[in-house]
T-cell receptor
Framework: GDSVTQMEGPVTLSEEAFLTINCTYTATGYPSLFWYVQYPGEGLQLLLKATKADDKGSNKGFEATYRKETTSFHLEKGSVQVSDSAVYFCALSATYGNKLVFGAGTILRVKS | DAGVIQSPRHEVTEMGQEVTLRCKPISGHNSLFWYRQTMMRGLELLIYFNNNVPIDDSGMPEDRFSAKMPNASFSTLKIQPSEPRDSAVYFC??????????FGQGTRLTVV
């Protein structure tokens, strides 16, 4: 079945450091790919998405590119802030708007 | 729109009691999802509905769990009888075809 694998955390960075969180997937066909973020005590919020190969999703300084050849969707940000501390989930959907399959989540801690 | 609304936000109950979690999806959305989040298993899809009809309930752990969607604006997830291992955060999400899923803030369930 479909699955998502993302790097284990926690990831601890200093403010203004570069962030990469790796995500790879296994799926049949051409899934849509997402990054969701969960702040403490909150629900999940969509951070960015990509619906086809080579699409780049971006939001709030975060970016991820849909790489079909490597089945990857790595999350990057050039300069993290303390307010970016959260749990980040990579996810796929076989049909856009359909059920999501999530990775295990990666805790990001940014220290000032 | 107020987003996906879940109630209660927190629920503490004794083992053996019936628990009902409630969800109001975003108006106009035609898909609704129930997810469970635990430290051990991450985010798991329990069931999802399309146009109020259950499409996939393969994630429902056992017969103690049941879900209904009597109309487009309301869904319930019921656990009867509850057990300590049901303790988790339960999320409801809704979407429209060709859009991303929007999540509620979750219900934190503790069964003692």
């Amino acid at each position: 079945g479909d699955s998502v694998t993302q790097m284990e955390g926690p990831v601890t960075l200093s403010e203004e450091a570069f962030l990469t969180i790796n995500c790879t997937y296994t799926a049949t066909g051409y899934p849509s790919l997402f990054w969701y973020v969960q702040y403490p005590g909150e629900g999940l919020q969509l951070l960015l998405k990509a619906t086809k190969a080579d699409d780049k999703g971006s939001n709030k300084g975060f970016e991820a590119t849909y790489r079909k050849e490597t089945t990857s969707f790595h999350l990057e940000k050039g300069s993290v802030q303390v307010s970016d501390s959260a749990v980040y989930f990579c996810a796929l959907s076989a049909t856009y708007g359909n059920k999501l399959v999530f990775g295990a989540g990666t805790i990001l801690r940014v220290k000032s | 729109d107020a987003g996906v609304i879940q109630s209660p936000r927190h629920e503490v109950t004794e083992m053996g009691q019936e628990v009902t979690l409630r969800c109001k999806p975003i108006s106009g959305h035609n898909s609704l999802f129930w997810y469970r989040q635990t430290m051990m298993r991450g985010l798991e899809l329990l069931i999802y509905f399309n146009n109020n009809v259950p499409i996939d309930d393969s994630g429902m752990p056992e017969d103690r769990f049941s879900a209904k969607m009597p109309n487009a604006s309301f869904s319930t997830l019921k656990i009867q009888p509850s057990e300590p291992r049901d303790s988790a955060v339960y999320f409801c999400a809704s979407s429209l075809v060709l859009t991303e899923a929007f999540f509620g803030q979750g219900t934190r369930l503790t069964v003692v």
